[in-house]
């Protein structure tokens, strides 16, 4: 599914982005896509993903 459509990423893309890095940050995620926030309507469910794919725990 089509997470961000200012970027045209897709929620597996984000899965990839994480498990590379391993970061619970957003903005790492855009980074390691190569891009940046822009209407920042994505990053509620980029956080969702993120809390689902390294669980809910909010420790670094």
Known sequence: M???SC???TD???RFAIEVERTRSISKV???LGCSARCGRCARTIRRIIDEALGTDETP
């Open 12 to 14: 597996q893309d984000v």
């Open 7 to 9: 970027n045209v990423f």
């Open 2 to 4: 089509i997470v961000c």
């Open 30 to 32: 855009y980074g390691c």
